[in-house]
């Protein structure tokens, strides 16, 4: 407020105009009281997850950080660390062994997809319309998946026994076999391949059903009414209300499918003549056999590259397809 030296009345200062132009107000007191409350809040909540944003960093993150640290690095973990660059990722593709395992490792991918992706959802629907057993289907279902994978890789390397196996005695009543399952190149990889959907499926299917109780009934009932078929009931009612979960549950067998290690490596060693070496199996070697970590964790950071490469095309691929 300005006054004026001839004792004119004082006259009021106009606040002064912020950038826009419009004159800048002071906060109201319930305005800076709730910029306080929220501030508050934020603050609780952060210290509310910092336990758990501690943990995840020191045993997600970092290892991450060391990782790449360590694929710049020629270390057998008893020596000092020599500082290499680029050398590891130049021997990784230098090594005649890559693209074997990357081919094996592509097949079962692709074979565990096209068996173990569909069967499951078709078990899903089959136990979804079959309402009366559903509990005992999802117990037989599920009990692959309580097994210990190393328990249930032994079992069925003794199914695929060639001499005393079940698969061969039980062939063998109907004139069949014997089978060499993991003996031939041309059997072992198939072999490995139907391992692992049936120790897999259990825990799709019950992803599935879960997706399907919450389907609206009043759509099934309506085509009831309408006199769709079973057929007709599945095609357009339940895989449209399934498409965001078959995306999502797709994606993440490919991802788990090219991270295959325990069965090949319990059950063949990545034999015969290499046939089911899968990358995995060769960071193994790499690391635990040759005493190269440098030249493992460069693998590993390009098998994870190439996922995330993976990840991010079919997200994109499907993205219009998931919002229909």
Same mark, same amino acid.
């Given at each position: 407020?300005?006054?004026?030296? *001839?004792?004119?009345?004082?006259?009021?200062?106009?606040?002064?105009? /912020?950038?826009?132009?419009?004159?800048? *107000?002071?906060?109201?007191?319930?305005? &800076?009281?709730?910029?306080?409350?929220?501030?508050r809040r934020d603050l609780s909540a952060l210290l509310f997850l910092l336990p758990a944003l501690v943990l995840f960093g020191v045993f997600s993150w970092w290892p991450i950080l060391r990782s790449l640290l360590l694929s710049l690095q020629y270390?057998?973990?008893?020596?000092?660390?020599?500082?290499?660059?680029?050398?590891? %990722?130049?021997?990784? %593709?230098?090594?005649?062994?890559?693209?074997?395992?990357?081919?094996?490792?592509?097949?079962?991918?692709?074979? /565990?997809?096209?068996?173990? %992706?569909?069967?499951?959802? *078709?078990?899903?629907?089959?136990?979804?319309? *079959?309402? &009366?057993?559903?509990?005992?289907?999802r117990v037989l279902v599920y009990i692959p998946v309580i097994i210990p994978p190393v328990v249930s890789v032994l079992l069925w390397k003794f199914f695929y026994d060639p001499d005393n196996g079940l698969f061969n005695t039980v062939l063998a009543t109907f004139g069949l076999g014997p089978f060499p399952w993991l003996q031939t190149q041309e059997t072992a990889l198939p072999?490995?391949?139907?391992?692992?959907?049936?120790?897999?499926?259990?825990?799709?299917?019950?992803? %599935?059903?879960?997706?399907?109780?919450?389907?609206?009934p009043e759509l099934y009932e309506a085509a009831e009414v309408d006199g769709a078929s079973i057929w007709r009931r599945v095609w357009h009612i339940t895989l449209p209300q399934l498409r965001g979960i078959m995306l999502i549950l797709l994606l993440l067998q490919i991802i788990g499918t090219l991270q295959i290690f325990t069965e090949p490596y319990v059950m063949t060693d990545g034999g015969p003549e290499n046939s089911t070496v899968t990358i995995l199996m060769l960071i193994y070697r790499a690391a635990f056999l040759n005493g190269d970590f440098g030249y493992a964790t460069a693998l590993s950071v390009l098998l994870a590259i190439a996922l995330g490469i993976i990840s991010a095309v079919y997200l994109r691929l499907t993205r219009s397809w998931s919002k229909n």
């Amino acid at each position: 407020m300005d006054i004026d030296i *001839l004792g004119e009345a004082p006259v009021a200062t106009p606040p002064a105009a /912020s950038p826009g132009g419009a004159p800048k *107000l002071p906060a109201s007191p319930a305005r &800076r009281t709730k910029r306080a409350g929220r501030w508050r809040r934020d603050l609780s909540a952060l210290l509310f997850l910092l336990p758990a944003l501690v943990l995840f960093g020191v045993f997600s993150w970092w290892p991450i950080l060391r990782s790449l640290l360590l694929s710049l690095q020629y270390n057998n973990l008893v020596d000092a660390p020599k500082w290499v660059g680029l050398e590891n %990722f130049a021997h990784v %593709f230098a090594d005649p062994m890559l693209l074997t395992a990357v081919g094996n490792t592509l097949k079962f991918g692709a074979l /565990s997809v096209l068996i173990g %992706f569909p069967l499951p959802l *078709l078990l899903a629907i089959v136990m979804f319309e *079959l309402r &009366r057993l559903g509990g005992v289907f999802r117990v037989l279902v599920y009990i692959p998946v309580i097994i210990p994978p190393v328990v249930s890789v032994l079992l069925w390397k003794f199914f695929y026994d060639p001499d005393n196996g079940l698969f061969n005695t039980v062939l063998a009543t109907f004139g069949l076999g014997p089978f060499p399952w993991l003996q031939t190149q041309e059997t072992a990889l198939p072999s490995l391949v139907l391992l692992i959907v049936w120790a897999g499926a259990g825990s799709t299917v019950l992803l %599935f059903l879960a997706a399907l109780s919450g389907v609206p009934p009043e759509l099934y009932e309506a085509a009831e009414v309408d006199g769709a078929s079973i057929w007709r009931r599945v095609w357009h009612i339940t895989l449209p209300q399934l498409r965001g979960i078959m995306l999502i549950l797709l994606l993440l067998q490919i991802i788990g499918t090219l991270q295959i290690f325990t069965e090949p490596y319990v059950m063949t060693d990545g034999g015969p003549e290499n046939s089911t070496v899968t990358i995995l199996m060769l960071i193994y070697r790499a690391a635990f056999l040759n005493g190269d970590f440098g030249y493992a964790t460069a693998l590993s950071v390009l098998l994870a590259i190439a996922l995330g490469i993976i990840s991010a095309v079919y997200l994109r691929l499907t993205r219009s397809w998931s919002k229909n």
